[in-house]
Every structure is written in C-alpha cells, then in structure tokens.
C-alpha cells in the first residue's frame, strides 16, 4: 500500500516562481525523503530529513516535516525549466535494517521558460 | 564511488516468454537491494527486497520472483510473462542504516505483447 500522498498531482509555473509540494502520510516514520524522477529514468534522491528534524535546506530545496500533522513539503525556490521533472515523497517506516521506502504517486512539475 | 547498473534498458517479450532483469552494484558492499515497479503515471510498488545474498523477501503475490546469487547481483524473473507485467522495472540499493537514500539503476521498460 501507499504511504505517502503527494499533492497537487500536476503543478505548472513560470521559471523564476517559486514551486511547493506537499506530501501527507498516516504512520509514523524514521524519516521522509524526496526524490526526483526525469521522464523515462531512475529516480534521484533530493533530500532526505529525519523524524526529529524539522527543516531542511539544500541548495534550492527546502523541506519540512510536521509529524504532529503527518505531512512534509518542498519548496523549490526560483525555479528553472530544469526543474521539470516529477517528484516523489518516500517514507521509511520503522523496521531496522528491513525498513523499506514506500513511494507516493508523484506529482508532475512543469516549469515554463 | 558506488554505481549501480540495470539491463537492458527497454524490452519486448510476447506473453508467456520468460524474463530475466539483471541488476549489479559497484563500489559498495554487503548493500540492501530492491525492485520497484513503475505503472504509467503512477507511484512505484516494491516487489521485493534483499538484505543479503540468498534473502529475499517479496511485497505483492505475484508472477515474478526476485534472486540474489552474489552479494552485489540482483536479478527479477518470471517463467511467464503477463500482460498485466508491462511497466517501468526499478532497481536499487542502500546501505543497511535506515536512515539513507536509495540510489537507483536508470531502470527497464517491459512491453509485454
């Protein structure tokens, strides 16, 4: 099953804007991490934050985690037609050395030049 | 540095075929391996996972099984192919610690006809 939930499906801006995704799941989590998918390849991880942080940057990318609300979001700041690309949320439930990511449907990001 | 290699990147099997993906990491030992699958527009399903050589463990009931011969060797089969198989094949792998990314493989589109 789906852990994580991303939203909005599909989001279209204007390069220079800012973009924000947000991601919601329903059980707790060692950590929550973001990845990026071009169209027709493997996945590429953004950033990973932890259960006991709150934010995180990373060059661009800004991250938050609300555990209380079960929710995270990604903040792409100025964004780039690069930056088109689809985006996943992953949770890492707890499980130890078995612990598995499980992915979101991703949402489509469209950055217009 | 650790890279991790996925052939063949596109395949055509008629149903009833058997298959075989192959996945390989280098620079890296003792990792935890994973297959996804990726149906069009949709999020990624774990179908199995490995955290060492012979182990194998599988999410969803299904025609596929999953085989770990060497420590940094994974490789996905079916005796039979589906239709229902079609779909984008992932691999990847992590360190044991949870708390660490998944790197993966540029992944193998499966049209099954």
Known sequence: SQQGEEDPQALSIQEGENATMNCSYKTSINNLQWYRQNSGRGLVHLILIRSNEREKHSGRLRVTLDTSKKSSSLLITASRAADTASYFCATDAPGGANSKLTFGKGITLSVRP | ?113
Do not use: M
């Open chain 2, 1 to 113: 540095s650790q890279t991790i290699h996925q052939w063949p990147a596109t395949l055509v099997q008629p149903v009833g075929s058997p298959l075989s993906l192959e996945c390989t990491v280098e620079g890296t030992s003792n990792p935890n391996l994973y297959w996804y699958r990726q149906a069009a527009g949709r999020g990624l399903q774990l179908l199995f996972y490995s955290v060492g050589i012979g182990q194998i463990s599988s999410e969803v009931p299904q025609n596929l099984s999953a085989s770990r011969p060497q420590d940094r060797q994974f490789i996905l089969s079916s005796k039979k192919l589906l239709l229902s198989d079609s779909g984008f094949y992932l691999c990847a792998w992590r360190q044991g610690d949870y708390n660490s990314p998944l790197h993966f493989g540029n992944g193998t589109r499966l049209t099954v006809t």
